[in-house]
């Protein structure tokens, strides 16, 4: 691990420790027993079967057992507030997990989440939000479009954002805020874990961060704007940095109690300073409606295109898909005892900052939800997804292939709640992801099947 990150990570253990610090005094200055402050506690454990623990491509045998059983076991102390002038909320959570047949991957994982609101009148508000992960979980929507980075490897996130709010009227908004997020793998070069897969294979270190702008304003109780921008940056500690300027501005009219009708326009203007690597500018523009046809069903659906001028690119990476279609729809059906809800989307992503830097990436996906009370102590749920995503057609991808990433997962479970503060559930998901595989040497695709048994408490000391 670099001096950098070193220094980063001790910064953010001190950063965590004044939090709890912080958060003991608030609730020692307090006067005893105020039912404003109230400490808590909860617990979760967990009996899993997982049969690929590595997300192994199919075909690769890096690994003397891909399938464990494994046991986490996750206390989490914290506290929270709430008055009409000051929300605040601080939890931390420790997670040991136990395998059995591949021993040494068991680990101690740490999450710690802060929530904080000040009131300064009734229009005024300031607030901060932050949250540390620790953790050697593997990554599953992390392609990098030839390969699947598969493998446990040690890394911290921190993703912290701050700003002020004003409310002046019943529904105008103007929020100003700064958000910083980072990702820090702690194990470079493997670092004697045989396991992981070490640095430049899809993990490289980021920190993406800026300040952004969010308004809405209606000039009466029909017709409203609103306004979204942020400016971002994003630098790597091995690749080359990236900027990103993201407008959203849109109209809302509102037909009727029942119907609202909208349109957007959304502009991207991505500055890159990879020398191979050329600027460009992304346009959207799509229409849309939402009706509540009744409390029982509630439909959201919108549609347009999206376009990316070509510029001063060179003929080796136009590409088809700078033009397409962007749409979506959202249907929510409600009973008294069950729910259902279906999505779908398809147009372009821009991602950076994350596990594999996509960036301007067109994709399609839908996805099913459905809960149903058996009881007023027994219900269950399932959720069945799918998502595609590529790189452009570039005549660089045609050469190395199509560039895809396609995922399925499947999840059913029950729960059950034995008392108040007790709650048991069994569950069992499948994923199934896919990139393309270009030579022999990044091997991708994999699948996984996972049962799990668990039982979470929660007990308010007050």
């Not at 699947?148 to 890394?155: A, D, E, F």
């Not at 908004?173 to 899809?202: A, C, E, P, T, V």
């Not at 229409?287 to 376009?307: A, C, K, N, Q, T």
Request: hydrophobic share 30%; with cysteine; charged share 20%.
């Amino acid at each position: 691990m670099s001096y950098l990150n070193c220094q980063a990570l001790n910064t953010l253990c001190r950063i965590l420790a004044l939090l709890f610090i912080g958060g003991i005094y608030l609730l020692c200055s307090g006067r005893p027993g105020h039912a404003d402050w109230v400490p808590y506690t909860r617990a979760t454990l967990e009996q899993i079967y997982d049969s690929n623990i590595f997300l192994e491509p199919e075909g690769e045998h890096r690994h003397d057992s891909r399938s464990d059983f494994r046991t986490n076991i996750s206390p989490t102390i914290g506290i929270r507030n709430e008055t009409n002038l000051r929300l605040f909320s601080l939890d931390y959570n420790m997670t040991y997990s136990q395998f059995y047949k591949n021993s040494d991957q068991s680990y101690l994982g740490h999450n710690a989440a802060l929530d904080y609101e000040r009131h300064f009148s009734d229009r005024l508000l300031w607030y901060a939000r932050d949250s540390v992960a620790l953790s050697e979980e593997p990554e599953s929507d992390t392609y990098d479009y030839t390969s699947v980075n598969y493998g446990r490897r040690r890394n911290l996130t921190n993703t912290g954002e701050t700003g002020i709010e004003y409310h002046y009227g019943p529904e105008n908004l103007l929020r100003l805020f700064y958000s910083d997020s980072r990702l820090i793998y702690l194990n470079s070069h493997d670092n004697g874990n045989q396991h992981g897969l070490g640095r430049g294979y899809g993990s490289d270190d980021s920190v993406t961060y800026g300040p952004g702008l969010e308004a809405s304003y209606w000039f009466n109780q029909k017709n409203g704007v609103l306004l979204n921008y942020t400016w971002e940056r994003t630098d790597y500690e091995v690749s080359y940095s990236e900027k990103r300027d993201h407008l959203d501005l849109g109209y809302q009219h509102r037909w009727s109690p029942h119907t609202t009708l909208r349109a957007d326009f959304i502009l991207d203007y991505v500055d890159t300073y990879d020398p191979l690597l050329f600027d460009y500018k992304v346009y959207q523009a799509t229409v849309g409606f939402m009706r509540i046809f009744s409390p029982m069903l509630e439909i959201d659906i919108y549609s347009g295109f999206y376009y990316r001028p070509s510029g001063d690119q060179p003929d080796y990476i136009s590409s088809s898909d700078n033009t397409g279609y962007s749409g979506g729809m959202d249907v929510i059906y409600t009973q008294q005892h069950w729910n259902l809800r279906l999505s779908g989307e398809a147009g372009i992503r821009m991602e950076y900052g994350d596990y594999n830097n996509r960036g301007y990436t067109p994709y399609r996906s839908m996805s099913l939800d459905f809960t149903h009370d058996l009881t007023d102590r027994l219900h269950y749920y399932a959720n069945i997804s799918y998502d595609y995503e590529k790189s452009p057609d570039t005549g660089l991808a045609i050469i190395a292939g199509e560039n895809r990433r396609e995922t399925y997962n499947t999840t059913v479970g029950i729960e059950y709640l034995f008392l108040s503060w007790l709650t048991g559930t069994a569950e069992y998901q499948y994923n199934d992801e896919s990139a393309t595989q270009v030579s022999d040497e990044h091997l991708a695709g994999y699948n996984d099947h996972r049962f799990m048994l668990r039982l979470s408490a929660t007990y308010d000391w007050l």
